[in-house]
């Protein structure tokens, strides 16, 4: 049985940081290419970051430069390291795995970002 579990997520004040992770059970995690997705109440799940089978990284604008993607393939878990949050990061937060022909989604968890 394959599962996503996402954890971390929390309230914190704008500024502030989290980690989030995504533990992996039931695949070949490090042949998945790993994503982290975001949806804000009312609005469509929306793109975060990227991290390659082979290691690469994108992440969307609006994260560039105050949240990192890692993943450690021992660990079959993902990461996403969120600096300097603000408001508008308000959103639950899902991982994705992604291979030929196969994909999983996480149950999200929540991150508020608020004072």
């Known amino acids: 049985q394959v599962q996503l579990v996402e954890s971390g997520g929390g309230l914190v004040q704008p500024g502030g940081s989290l980690r989030l992770s995504c533990a992996a059970s039931?695949?070949?995690?490090?042949?998945?290419?790993m994503h982290w997705y975001r949806q804000a109440p009312g609005k469509q799940r929306e793109f975060v970051a990227t991290?390659?089978?082979?290691?690469?990284?994108h992440y969307d604008d609006s994260v560039k430069g105050r949240f990192t993607i890692s993943r450690d393939n021992a660990k079959n878990t993902m990461y996403l390291q969120m600096n300097s949050l603000k408001p508008e990061d308000t959103a639950v937060y899902y991982c994705?795995?992604?291979?030929?022909?196969?994909?999983?989604w996480g149950q999200g968890t929540q991150v508020t970002v608020s004072s």
């Open positions: 991290i390659t089978s082979g290691g690469r990284t």
């Open positions: 994705y795995a992604i291979t030929s022909g196969r994909n999983y």
């Open positions: 039931g695949i070949i995690f490090s042949i998945y290419d």
